[in-house]
């Protein structure tokens, strides 16, 4: 994600950095942006998937253990995952609450970046800069 955060920065700076005429446009760097949100939004859902692959082995391994639960149903402490997973169905999640998952804030994230690169890359290529410049010139 950090990756992701720099790559963004730089094409942001790019297009701050550029000047009307400049080669490559303005709204090729923002479809550019748009791909990378998506490409990093497509790695992010793949290592979401294997995450909950492992967990899922990890809980079968954690109910082989000859460990009781503590009151109330609440699963042993030496028990991470289903601890976790006691844990946190407590919270009610986004939309409900203001209560953000990692996945939450990462898809919004990307949703921004990728539908505003999108909208702003249709937007400067139906009316470039340079038409804005002669706006203010009359």
Known sequence: FNFYL????????????????????????????????FIFFKLDERNRDLTKHSEEALKVLEDELPLTDESEGVPHRCKLFRREESESTKFKRFPKSLYFSYTTCFRFIFALFGFGGIILGILLAVWPPSSFLRLGGM
């Open 6 to 37: 720099i790559l963004c920065g730089a094409i942001i700076a790019g297009l701050i950095s550029r000047k009307p005429g400049d080669v490559p446009d303005h709204s090729s760097l923002l479809f550019l942006l748009s791909l990378l949100s």
